[in-house]
């Protein structure tokens, strides 16, 4: 089954404990991306992977770090995690402008 | 600053009305739009999407939206609303209709009453 996969589904931490969110997708897919979302706000982008060694900033990148050294992962690293980032975390992939595959989400909460 | 804009941030209705979510963007040139939908802990899924063509789109559950290219609008519209829509619409964007950023609105919740 064609998916992106999210891990972990649920994470409470504390502030400034270093965390890792694994993206997969089993597509084949050039074009990553990981968006936030907070009630009202909507989803903003933090970074995107248009491909293998290739990442950029999204609207919302400050304290995220990422990394695309294979095509199917793109994990979303905290080095330093703060409450304002206690949020909704959804990774993306697609082949194309035609269409998304969004993972199952990440519910973070930083204490 | 370029944006997706949906004028209603929460809407009710009853079951059986119609529905109308309104979305406008201010990206000049091709776009490609799209419709999410997320059901309550859910994540997000495709309920339809624009790229060229017919500007009616038909999407899953009955739903479709209009692109009108002068107005920048691709309104999503249901004739008859079920108590199973409540949920949140997202419209989103990518401009110039190439890989690259989707931008997203802020979203609409709908609620429906049986």
């Known amino acids: 089954e064609a998916q992106v996969t999210q891990n972990p589904r649920y994470l409470i931490t504390v502030t400034g404990k270093k965390l890792t969110v694994t993206c997969s997708q089993n597509?084949?897919?050039?074009?990553m991306s990981w968006y936030r979302q907070d009630p009202g706000l909507g989803l903003r982008q933090i970074y995107y992977?248009?491909?293998?060694?290739?990442?950029d900033k999204g609207d919302v990148p400050e304290g995220y770090k990422v990394s695309r050294k294979e095509k199917r992962n793109f994990p979303l690293i905290l080095e330093s995690p703060s409450p304002n980032q206690t949020s909704l975390y959804f990774c993306?992939?697609?082949?194309?402008?035609?269409?998304?595959?969004f993972g199952s989400g990440t519910r973070l909460t930083v204490v | 600053a370029q944006s997706v804009s949906q004028h209603n941030h929460h809407v009710i209705l009853s079951e059986a009305a119609s529905l109308e979510l309104g979305c406008n963007y201010s990206?000049?040139?091709?776009?490609?739009l799209f419709w999410y939908v997320q059901y309550p802990g859910q994540h997000l899924q495709l309920l339809l999407k624009?790229?060229?063509?017919?500007?009616l789109v038909k999407g899953i559950k009955g739903f479709e939206a209009e692109f009108i290219k002068s107005k920048f609008s691709f309104n999503l519209r249901k004739p008859s609303v079920q108590w199973s829509d409540t949920a949140e619409y997202f419209c989103?964007?990518?401009?110039?209709?190439?890989?690259?950023?989707?931008?997203f609105g802020k979203g609409t919740k709908l609620s429906v009453k049986p």
């Open positions: 993306a992939s697609s082949a194309g402008s035609r269409g998304y595959t």
């Open positions: 597509m084949n897919h050039e074009y």
């Open positions: 992977s248009m491909n293998v060694e290739v990442t």
């Open positions: 990206y000049g040139g091709t776009v490609n």
């Open positions: 624009y790229f060229s063509g017919d500007p």
């Open positions: 989103a964007v990518i401009p110039g209709g190439s890989q690259g950023n989707l931008i």
